[in-house]
């Protein structure tokens, strides 16, 4: 959430910055809403001063012995008027508030300006694309032929977009999270995390999933708690409400967690194989850094997202995102992009993981502060976010690009101790 001080004291530079990011929110309401607030507050501290006043005299002719009944009527019904203008107050920061929730974070200046993902500008790649001497398959086709993806059962007993993992195909995706942990935790310096998998609205409020993707989300019928669509949602609540201390900054935490996701906006959008399920494995890694700290962590949490991917031998690129195509909370995003084979035209890129740092928008939806010395006050925390990898995808990954023309699957090496020492998935 945007800080209201700073859409009132600079609403044309804000507006600018929000467009360039293809959005063009109506601040009427929130503008009229602080214009009554800020009208109202000068009328409450006219009647604090009067209350005072009166406080004061009612104090003087006690002393003297005189009659303060009056004054004592007229300082009651003052506290009375205080009440209700403070009630009203707090209806036009609830106006406020419910507006600033709507709108999207601000680009970082060294954002790239522009519409789409055609404006998105390559940073560094990692790897050469392998050349085939067969024609190279579609992970599905794999999966299937292998015996390890099932996507007929899957359907059948929940609907499309779903997959069931057998044998070694299970095994794989296991051995991936452990891997991916063990690199976090052991080589990073991240703390592992394991959430709840159901939070509440606040929760999907604070990192900016609610009010404006509720149509992504998956809820319980009471609706009171929603299944998580990343374990950013429940790893960055995890100090709500929370004043830090500066010296226990950073913060890194990793978690691997299934995830939720309707998928509602991608009709006809990778309707086969892994790519886009409603059901997926991810790891997610999350910071809380102090706001000068911040942008250093972004960067290196990218290179630990694409150490992964190194060690595993996946081609990949980094891109830094144009201010169109970043996601709602961002304020910079880095997306790795691993190379599949079996993209049309003989392979492409495509997105393995976004790392994106929110500067204070969640902090300050969450309410995460950091008291940066002990009797200072307490300031909103940044935080960031990033995919430590999509495990799915990493697993579809593989399959593709380490596929033989016998159709077997070559192990990449970092994953063998992790499958008994197996150097190829081959059919039973």
């Not at 789409?116 to 794999?142: A, I, M, Q, T, Y």
């Not at 390890?148 to 069931?164: G, K, T």
């Not at 404006?212 to 990343?230: H, N």
């Not at 409603?278 to 290179?303: C, I, W």
Request: charged residues 30%; glycine residues 8%; aromatic residues 8%.
């Amino acid at each position: 959430m945007l800080d209201a001080k700073l859409v009132r004291d600079n609403l044309k530079a804000v507006q600018a910055r929000l467009r360039d990011r293809g959005a063009e929110p109506d601040f009427g309401e929130f503008l009229a809403a602080d214009e009554s607030r800020r009208r109202i507050l000068t009328d409450v501290e006219q009647l604090k001063h009067r209350r005072n006043t009166v406080s004061e005299e009612v104090g003087r002719r006690k002393k003297a012995g005189e009659d303060t009944s009056t004054l004592i009527a007229e300082m009651r019904g003052v506290g009375d008027r205080i009440k209700a203008l403070d009630d009203e107050v707090r209806v036009h920061e609830e106006r406020m508030q419910q507006f600033l929730l709507t709108v999207p974070n601000l680009p970082h200046a060294s954002v790239p300006v522009g519409r789409d993902s055609g404006c998105n500008l390559e940073v560094r790649r990692w790897g050469e694309p392998r050349r085939f001497d067969f024609p190279p398959k579609p992970h599905w086709e794999l999966g299937e032929a292998l015996g390890i993806l099932d996507f007929e059962r899957a359907s059948r007993m929940s609907q499309a977009r779903f997959a069931v993992l057998k044998g070694p195909g299970a095994r794989l995706e296991r051995a991936l999270v452990n891997f991916m942990l063990d690199l976090h935790t052991g080589e990073h310096g991240y703390t592992e995390i394991f959430p709840p998998l159901l939070v509440n609205a606040a929760a999907m409020t604070g990192t900016g999933q609610l009010p404006k993707f509720a149509e992504d989300l998956f809820k319980t019928q009471d609706e009171s708690l929603y299944l998580i669509p990343t374990a950013e949602v429940p790893v960055t609540n995890l100090h709500r409400e929370e004043i830090l201390s500066a010296d226990t900054l950073p913060l890194s935490y990793v978690a691997f967690t299934p995830c939720f996701r309707r998928e509602a906006g991608s009709y006809g959008k990778d309707t086969r194989g892994l790519i886009r399920q409603h059901q997926f494995n991810k790891v997610e890694l999350v910071k809380f850094t102090t706001p000068g700290d911040s942008y250093e962590a972004l960067e290196r949490m990218a290179r630990d997202a694409e150490t992964v991917l190194q060690r595993l031998g996946l081609p990949h690129r980094t891109v830094v995102l144009c201010t169109g195509d970043m996601g709602f909370s961002a304020a910079k995003t880095y997306d790795l992009e691993v190379w599949l084979p079996s993209q049309p035209d003989g392979g492409s890129y495509r997105e393995i993981s976004s790392v994106s740092n929110c500067e204070a928008f969640q902090a300050r939806r969450a309410n995460i502060r950091y008291r940066p010395a002990p009797k200072a006050p307490p300031e909103y925390v940044h935080t960031l976010n990033g995919s430590g990898v999509a495990v799915g995808r990493t697993f579809l990954a593989i399959l593709e690009n380490y596929q033989e023309a016998d159709g077997s699957v070559r192990v990449p090496d970092a994953l063998r101790p992790y499958l008994g020492g197996a150097e190829r998935i081959r059919k039973p």
